[in-house]
């Protein structure tokens, strides 16, 4: 029989199969063995806490929800009589469907990816240790426990309470089960190789190693072999807000492991955040605040599901993910933000539309944007890292952010010639300008390394002159925000006509009319139109297009995301230095339709297409290329030719 037909409340013990991402990612927490085991206790007690946080923000709408006299408490019970490790919360609680819903399932979608992508040990399982680093969320349980048994209690009005249990293989049982007020038992029947788990002290170094900000009081008690209660009940958890503490007396492994409670678990054991902040503002608006830039672009940044930053009002959770504090592109933070400002007793909708809300954003966002700037002033390496994570979100900024705009354009980085992979900002391009340069140049493609072999660059490289690599499909649309930066008009080297320095124009530009002239009669509308060229010295020919219209690679990044876009015609340039022109050049003053000059324009034009990875007749380039061969060998007159 399938779940799905079973009523809400079974009389009798019915058994549903795990999803089969469940089932995935139970192999691989319970295959990991020797790993740090420990974990599972946060997670149970995170668990327990939003929990709480849940019953007490459902109480503000829902004035039926039950238990809301109950002082929120979280128990820890080892019970050394049953081998039974027990975590329970008054917290909201489930009903049957959500707890067969919760517990059979998988709430991040990216889990079970996530998990696959783990750095593999030689013996292809996950790392050791690596699995205890980050969250499995309730299913880490079954690292101590072959069995376990849920007994929850919704405290929705009427709700009935169920026993949930599972053995961790394939599958669980659903029953009716007893429990008299809201929230969740936990019963972990502990492996034998987990008996440890009971030891009062171990429980409460775990407690404090991990959950000591909890907010909500964690008490531990004992049952020892005979059945009698140990010693009173104590809470072990200091529950003071991490972020009320003074930084002065937080270490970087504190600031880690509350990393890791904001990230959710989702941490791997190199991730540490790249930087962080916390800070405290009193006016105009009361807050406290830590964030973090992780070290890598976290899964959901683009998904629905994307995380925002915690809201807490007065050291009470009241947005587990709040999209008000921060603009949009700056979504890579994590952290929390809480506030004296906030009031408690509204609803969610309302508090969305706060003002405070709005005067923290203000802050935050300020706060945030120094920070990558101190961090680009004064450790580079770290900035370098943070850009190549998220450099395509401050790049959004730019675009959507007037306000910012002159911190953000600071804050770019681009390749470079001449840099050997360092990335470099708009005011170190600026400052490192040789005199005579005018312009900022830059070229705009899919690979750094070719497009530093472009012939397009060599005007600028036979002057000294660096040019700016751009291979993010965005970059173009940011060089058109910003247009000049320091004065100086941002020139992309494959568009328009190069203005050079008046003292370096060509000297006769005129001299290569007759050529140009039988180009253009050659070519026809493959080009729109043929010049001498200003920007090559050692190549002898180019394509550039006009100053006006879509560059080449924006018509390809358009065409990518699916726009039709007609080629268009471009021109060709010709190096009047160049002595295959200059050959070329002769023979068509000698006799306009000479045969050779013709394809040699062909051969010209070919070549340009070349140099840039298009050609758009190949196989009349490989003619004509082999008819100039076979002329230099001597073989002239053969079938290739025609
Ligand atoms: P996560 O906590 O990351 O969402 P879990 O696998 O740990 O994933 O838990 C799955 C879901 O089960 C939770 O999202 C929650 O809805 C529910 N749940 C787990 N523990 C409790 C609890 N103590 N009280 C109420 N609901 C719980």
Redesign the pocket.
């Known amino acids: 029989m399938s779940a799905s037909e079973q009523p809400t409340t079974p009389a009798s013990p019915t058994t549903h199969a795990f999803k089969a991402e469940v089932a995935a990612v139970l192999r691989l927490v319970t295959n990991s063995l020797y790993t740090n085991r420990d974990i599972f206790l946060r ?2 007690i ?3 806490s ?2 709480l946080d849940k019953a007490r923000f459902t109480a503000l709408v829902d004035p039926t929800l039950e238990g809301q006299e109950l002082p929120a408490k979280i128990t820890i019970t080892a019970d050394a009589q049953r081998r039974v490790l027990v975590v329970e ?1 008054n ?4 009903t049957p469907a ?1 707890a067969e819903q ?2 059979g399932t ?3 979608s990216g889990t079970l990816q996530f998990l696959k992508d783990a750095p593999r040990g030689a013996d292809g399982r996950p790392e050791v240790d690596l699995i205890g680093q980050f ?1 499995v ?3 880490s349980a079954f690292m101590v426990a072959d069995r376990i048994d849920v007994t ?1 209690r919704s405290a929705q009005a009427g709700s009935a309470a169920v026993l949930w249990s599972s053995t961790g293989d394939g599958g669980f049982t659903i029953a009716p089960g007893s429990r008299d007020v809201r ?2 038992r ?1 019963e972990l029947h502990l492996r034998e190789d987990a008996k440890d788990y009971l030891d009062r002290s171990k429980i409460e170094g775990i407690v404090k190693r991990y959950s000591d900000h909890v907010l909500h009081p964690i008490e531990v008690a004992t049952i020892d072999e005979a059945g009698a209660a140990g010693e009173a009940a104590h809470q072990v958890n200091s529950a003071r807000a991490f972020w009320s503490r003074s930084a002065k007396e937080l270490t970087d492994e504190d600031y880690a492991e509350f990393y890791k409670h904001v990230m ?2 989702f941490v791997l054991p190199s991730d540490k955040p790249l930087v962080r902040l916390h800070a405290t503002m009193d006016a105009p608006i009361q807050f406290k605040s830590v964030l973090f830039v992780p070290s890598r672009r976290p899964m959901d940044l683009f998904g629905e599901d994307a995380k925002h930053l915690r809201l807490y009002a007065r050291r009470v959770l009241v947005m587990e993910s709040c999209d008000k504090l921060l603009p949009p592109y700056l979504r890579f933070f994590r952290g929390v933000v809480d506030s004296e400002d906030l009031p408690l007793n509204v609803s969610r909708e309302m508090l969305q539309e706060h003002s405070s809300l709005a005067a923290i954003r203000r802050q935050l966002t300020r706060k945030a944007i120094g920070l990558l700037v101190d961090t680009a002033k004064d450790d580079a390496e770290t900035y370098t890292k943070i850009w190549r994570e998220f450099g395509v979100f401050l790049k959004e900024g730019l675009h959507t952010d007037n306000a910012h705009r002159e911190q953000l354009t600071e804050l770019l980085r681009f390749d470079c010639t001449g840099k050997d992979g360092a990335l470099v900002s708009l005011r170190e391009y600026v400052d490192a300008m040789p005199e005579g340069q005018e312009a900022i140049y830059y070229i705009a493609g899919e690979s750094a390394e070719d497009l530093a072999r472009s012939p397009h660059l060599e005007a600028c490289r036979a002057r000294g002159w660096a040019v700016l690599l751009m291979t993010d499909a965005v970059d173009e649309w940011v060089v058109q925000d910003l247009e000049r930066y320091a004065e100086r008009p941002l020139v992309n080297v494959t568009q328009g006509e190069l203005t050079l320095p008046a003292s370096e124009a060509p000297a006769d530009a005129g001299e290569l009319a007759p050529l140009c002239a039988r180009a253009r009669a050659v070519l026809g509308d493959r080009v729109k139109d043929v010049r001498p060229s200003r920007r090559l010295t050692d190549s002898a020919a180019c394509l550039v297009d006009d100053e006006a219209g879509l560059s080449r690679n924006m018509e390809r990044i358009l065409r990518m995301s699916g726009r039709e876009i007609a080629p268009k015609a471009r021109i060709l340039e010709l190096n009047g230095g160049h002595p295959f022109v200059r050959a070329a050049l002769a023979r068509v003053a000698e006799r306009d339709e000479d045969p050779n000059a013709t394809l040699w324009i062909e051969l010209l034009f070919d070549q340009a297409g070349i140099a840039e990875g298009l050609v758009p007749d190949p196989s009349g380039a490989v003619r004509r290329i082999q008819r100039v061969l076979d002329e230099v060998a001597g073989v002239g007159g053969q079938g290739a030719t025609r």
């Open positions: 997670e149970l995170s668990n327990a939003d929990a919360d917290g909201i609680g489930m959500e919760n517990l998988i709430a991040h969250g969320g309730f299913y929850t929230g969740t936990i959710g678990g």
